[in-house]
């Protein structure tokens, strides 16, 4: 076996809509090779579905180059087709994770939106090495959810510091977007066998006085240094001490000293 490839069908976008009454209830289908895989349909979700879901292919010799991306309108007994695309695996192989948006096309030609999705590969070789506790890790903040509101006369602003022993990052500010903001802010830290774990703060940005503070989170490194990926909910807690919400991120790390697998050519072309 070459290793095995951990799909993620995140949403869709601008997708075209043929509801009637209602908003459609789109599904998302992933070709890889001769497998198939299929999400649930996104109830009502119209152009713009959330999907969030998770599927693991496992990979022979001779892995496919790229994976078909298909999304289908559910009814009450058949599906119709929204729109297709296809994208190129070879940055997954080359570099363990690759995120892409997928340009769709209807069956009669049309350009019909586009579905955001990520790859995680993990090749047998890189499995049996012993991996160092130093070296890069790759964080997205995609979002939070559930928070406590602390805007008085309307939706709170949120932004969020994350902290290491030795760097400091912090995401855009998310205006009106109350207790469920999104930020999608991707930034790079350095490991070191000192660095344990990160610490998150929410804050409420304001423009005349201090900023809030929403909540805090602690997200330990160990599981992300021993596998090389994770995604997590971290909880938050408020200055109360009372647990309210989560921070939903994606963690990739590469090692110093884990040697770069190899593939084969065809993979990478």
Request: glycine fraction near 8%; include cysteine.
């Amino acid at each position: 076996m070459l290793g095995s490839l951990l799909i993620g069908v995140e949403e869709g976008h601008d997708l075209e809509d043929k509801g009637f009454v209602t908003k459609q209830n789109p599904l998302c289908q992933i070709n890889i090779g001769k497998n198939t895989y299929k999400t649930d349909a996104a109830r009502h979700g119209g152009s713009n579905p959330l999907w969030e879901e998770r599927f693991v292919a496992y990979l022979d010799d001779a892995a496919p180059s790229e994976a078909e991306v298909i999304v289908w309108r559910e009814h009450l007994t058949t599906e119709d087709e929204v729109g297709r695309g296809t994208v190129s695996l070879a940055d997954a192989y080359a570099h363990s994770y690759q995120e892409a948006k997928v340009p769709l096309v209807t069956p009669a030609g049309k350009h019909t939106g586009e579905v955001e999705i990520f790859f995680v590969f993990a090749s047998k070789q890189e499995k049996e090495v012993p991996k160092s506790t130093e070296g890069q890790l790759s964080l997205k903040v995609i979002r939070a959810m559930d928070l406590q509101e602390t805007g008085v006369l309307k939706y709170q602003d949120p932004f969020v510091v994350i902290e290491s022993s030795k760097q400091r990052f912090e995401t855009e500010v998310a205006r009106g977007a109350g207790s469920d903001p999104e930020w999608k802010a991707a930034f790079e830290f350095q490991v070191a066998s000192d660095v344990q774990d990160l610490q998150f703060t929410v804050y409420n940005k304001n423009a005349l006085t201090d900023n809030t503070v929403i909540g805090t989170a602690a997200y330990p490194l160990a599981q992300a240094i021993s596998t090389g990926f994770e995604e997590s909910k971290v909880p938050v807690v408020t200055p109360d001490g009372a647990f309210k919400g989560s921070l939903h991120i994606r963690a990739v790390f590469h090692s110093t000293e884990t040697p770069n697998p190899t593939y084969p050519k065809s993979l990478l072309e």
